[in-house]
């Protein structure tokens, strides 16, 4: 009896194993050997031109961050961005999909066109930005018409990383905007009719109702928004043709890794800025867990 048990566990698991087998090798092609060899990158000196070469170097691709003032010009702008970006994005798709929740005329309509973006090419709305945000661009004829002073948006130190993030909040708010809308027509009727027949305004309905249970909605979002925002690189490149200027202040992190690795045939050094933004994105999304944590009671 003992016996014909145990064969029919080694079938089973045989069989378990079988249909676990296309996703076990998949992740492990894709996601375990990349991370196992960024590791063993991130720990030597590599040479790509004439022949990938290893030249065993330890924790010093690490230590060099420190010295390298390059990085810490990266983190700040990136640190900018995400400050900037992360929080203006979350609350313009909330006040976007709280107005498409309501029964104003053309709703449907309105989802469809503020929805476009999202579908749309990074790369393009790069492209048509920076048309818009040239010298003879329609923001400055727009900023002349009315009389005001001009900028040189996109290569002007002060003002070139705000044309980056414009760029990305009307490229990613669109997206949260239909994820928080759909989460509003998943709160219950009944709900909104009780605090109505409370006298509660709109507003209060808004503010005590709808963002609260809206709450693992917003930590989902802001999460996916910090990881977004602090891997930013299309943007910039397109807008600085690669070198992160003017005058570095269009510097990202990931552009940074992106210049050693494939400009400077460092990649040892680009493996180990890597591991170093993703423990940057780690902590960040532990403080926003702890933040946006349930409260127990």
């Not at 290893?54 to 924790?59: A, K, P, Q, R, V």
């Not at 009780?194 to 963002?211: L, P, Q």
């Not at 460092?266 to 890597?274: D, E, P, T, V």
Request: proline letters at 3%.
């Amino acid at each position: 009896m003992k016996g014909i048990l145990g064969k029919r566990v080694v079938r089973d698991n045989l069989a378990a194993y079988s249909f676990l087998a296309p996703t076990i090798v998949i992740i492990g092609l894709f996601v375990v050997f990349p991370i196992g060899f960024a590791i063993f990158l991130s720990l030597n000196k590599v040479t790509l031109l004439g022949g990938m070469n290893f030249e065993f170097s330890g924790l010093r691709n690490f230590t060099r961050m420190f010295d390298d003032y390059r990085v810490g010009i990266a983190l700040m702008n990136t640190a900018k961005y995400v400050a900037v970006v992360v929080p203006v994005q979350t609350a313009l798709a909330l006040v976007l999909a709280a107005a498409l929740n309501s029964s104003i005329r053309g709703r449907d309509f309105f989802r469809s066109v503020y929805f476009l973006p999202t579908i749309t090419s990074s790369a393009v709305l790069t492209l048509i930005f920076v048309w818009i945000l040239n010298n003879n661009g329609i923001l400055n004829q727009f900023l002349e018409f009315l009389h005001l002073p001009t900028r040189n948006w996109l290569n002007e130190p002060a003002v070139a990383l705000f044309g980056i993030m414009m760029m990305n909040i009307y490229s990613t708010a669109p997206g949260y905007m239909v994820i928080y809308l759909a989460s509003m027509q998943d709160i219950s009727d009944d709900i909104y009719e009780a605090a109505s027949i409370d006298g509660a305004t709109w507003w209060s309905k808004f503010i005590h109702i709808t963002v609260p249970m809206l709450r693992p909605v917003t930590f989902f979002i802001v999460v996916m928004g910090l990881i977004g925002c602090f891997q930013v690189f299309d943007q910039a490149f397109i807008v600085s043709r690669g070198d992160g200027g003017p005058n570095n202040s269009t510097l990202t992190v990931v552009l940074l890794i992106y210049q050693y690795a494939f400009k400077n045939d460092q990649m040892g050094y680009a493996s180990a800025l890597a591991f170093m933004l993703a423990f940057v994105i780690m902590a960040f999304t532990l403080i926003q867990r702890t933040i946006f944590r349930e409260d127990k009671n």
